[in-house]
């Protein structure tokens, strides 16, 4: 499996709405990202895991709660988000030698 | 930190012609440099990279250059094809786990 899989690949959200993305990847990376992709513009990077543990989190609001349940398994909690929210959120995975993106999960906040 | 620059930002090729993008880095101690190309609706691909101990790298119809003397590394397609319009990102790194990335490059080929 070389695979990272995202899911929802869509999501239509209220302000007031609790949701979550989920990834997965069976490669034995242990280095696992969330990154937040606007239209034409390059991936910005959120969260980085190392190993099961939070590394690097890049001042991201507390509206979005990254979880990372087990080496294979990386979760987006989200709450009460805003519509400059909306974007293509990406996960991905490395190790070492480059990332192995998802193909995102398109998020509208309304 | 890092800083990664990218041009152009689009370019209009004939098909069979080829198309080079170019990238600049800032941070000397980089020394990995992958190319990704994200096609529309779907997450980027990793396409090509390359290592600091490394001048250039060949893969087909596409290739990288290096120089980190000048600190700068570019991406050639050749003999393009309609299936190669999509958008590329080059991304520098120094571990291999963080990266960063350019503005990004609007391939287009007209058949």
């Known amino acids: 499996d070389t695979e990272v899989t995202q899911t929802p690949k869509h999501l239509v959200m209220g302000m007031t709405n609790k949701k979550s993305l989920k990834c997965e990847q069976h490669?034995?990376?242990?280095?696992m990202y969330w990154y937040k992709q606007k239209a034409k513009k390059p991936p910005e990077l959120m969260f980085v895991y190392s190993y099961e543990k939070l590394s690097i989190n890049e001042s991201v609001p507390s509206r979005f709660s990254p979880e990372c349940p087990n080496s294979s398994l990386l979760n987006l909690h989200l709450h009460a988000l805003q519509p400059e929210d909306s974007a293509l959120y990406l996960c991905?995975?490395?190790?070492?030698?480059?990332?192995?993106f998802g193909s995102g999960t398109r998020l509208t906040v309304v | 930190g890092e800083n990664v620059e990218q041009h152009p930002s689009t370019l209009s090729v004939q098909e069979g012609d080829s198309a080079v993008i170019k990238c600049t880095y800032s941070?000397?101690?980089?020394?990995?440099f992958p190319w990704y190309k994200q096609e529309l609706g779907k997450g980027p691909q990793l396409i090509i990279d390359?290592?600091?101990?490394?001048g250039e790298k060949k893969d087909q119809r596409i290739a990288v250059t290096l120089n980190k003397t000048a600190k700068h590394f570019s991406l050639h397609i050749t003999e393009t094809q309609p299936e190669d319009s999509a958008v590329y990102f080059c991304?520098?790194?120094?571990?291999?786990?963080?990266?960063?990335f350019g503005t990004g490059t609007s391939l287009t080929v007209i058949p």
């Open positions: 991905a995975s490395s190790i070492g030698n480059g990332y192995t």
């Open positions: 941070d000397s101690a980089s020394n990995y």
């Open positions: 991304a520098a790194s120094r571990d291999g786990n963080q990266f960063y």
């Open positions: 490669m034995g990376h242990r280095a």
């Open positions: 390359i290592r600091s101990n490394v």
